[in-house]
């Protein structure tokens, strides 16, 4: 079966949201490289792809055009040095509309302890992180397309200091507001 990627994401976008509910979990396991090996059901009722689909495609398959690149530089940046990643994505559904993630990802292991893929539970994110973030990301989009990746990296920079704080602080303090 054909490996699913963002190429082959809906490319009519629109503004229905879909909420997680309070005490739900989405889980997904990838490969090295970000091939989903593992999906839990929410996971496929959230993103409306079936599990089918799911398994073996690329995990853009649901990167929102909202969503900066560099949240993803970052993640990847951490989580391959064997670092946690927490924040909040943005993610498209199979039916153009959305839904927000508070996103953790971290490394799988072998007992040799060599990183053989990855591993991400995404809660319900706090109303106020939304509010708060979704302006910062816009931001950092608009800065992307004019300046590349490099544009926003440095006012990424800017915002942390301005704020006097660093971007772990700044996400667990969010959704904890
Ligand atoms: C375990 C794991 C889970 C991920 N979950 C998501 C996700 O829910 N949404 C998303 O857009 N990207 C997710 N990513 C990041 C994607 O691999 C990818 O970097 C991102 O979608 C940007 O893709 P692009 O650089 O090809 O545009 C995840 C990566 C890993 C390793």
Redesign the pocket.
């Given at each position: 079966m054909k490996r699913l990627s963002?190429n082959d994401a809906p490319k009519h976008i629109t503004q229905n949201e879909k909420v997680m509910s309070e005490n739900d979990f989405i889980v997904?396991?990838?490969d090295t490289k970000?091939y989903i090996t593992y999906c839990n059901q929410i996971f496929i009722e959230m993103s409306g792809y079936t599990k089918e689909e799911l398994i073996g495609a690329?995990?853009?398959l649901?990167?929102?055009p909202d969503?900066p690149?560099v949240a993803?530089a970052l993640?990847?940046d951490l989580?391959k040095n064997g670092k946690e990643f927490f924040g909040f994505?943005k993610?498209l559904k199979k039916d153009g509309g959305f839904y927000w993630?508070f996103?953790y990802?971290t490394a799988d292991y072998d007992t040799r302890g060599n990183i053989i893929g990855?591993?991400?539970f995404?809660r319900k994110p706090s109303k106020a992180a939304l509010e708060a973030i979704v302006p910062v990301y816009k931001l950092l989009v608009d800065a992307e397309k004019k300046g590349g990746m490099k544009a926003s990296n440095d006012l990424l920079a800017v915002f942390l200091k301005e704020h006097n704080t660093t971007y772990n602080d700044l996400v667990m303090n969010l959704q904890k507001s």
């Open positions: 963002k997904s396991k990838t970000g690329n995990h853009n649901i990167r929102h969503m690149a993803f993640a990847w989580i994505v993610n993630v996103a990802i990855y591993s991400s995404r």
